[in-house]
C-alpha cells in the first residue's frame, strides 16, 4: 500500500483591506509552486516556499 503525503497551505490576508485576498491566494499559489518544484519536502524545502511567497507579497503590493 501506498500513501500520498497531504501538505495544507493556508494563507488569510490581513483584514478586508484592498489586495488582501490578492496576496493570500498568491502566498499559497507561490508555496504550492515551489514545493512542487522539490523532490523532498523538509524544514529547507518549507522554509524556500515561505520566502518565495514573503517576497512575491512584497511585489504585489
Not at 7 to 25: C, H, K, N
Not at 27 to 35: K, P, Y
Not at 40 to 57: F, H, K, M
Amino acid at each position: 500500500m501506498s500513501l500520498d503525503p497531504l501538505l495544507a497551505v493556508v494563507a488569510d490576508g490581513m483584514g478586508d483591506g484592498p489586495g488582501s485576498a490578492m496576496a493570500a491566494r498568491t502566498t499559497v499559489d507561490i508555496s504550492v509552486e515551489q514545493l512542487r518544484a522539490t523532490s523532498r519536502i523538509g524544514p529547507a524545502s518549507l522554509l524556500a516556499a515561505v520566502a518565495a511567497a514573503s517576497d512575491a507579497e512584497i511585489d504585489v503590493s
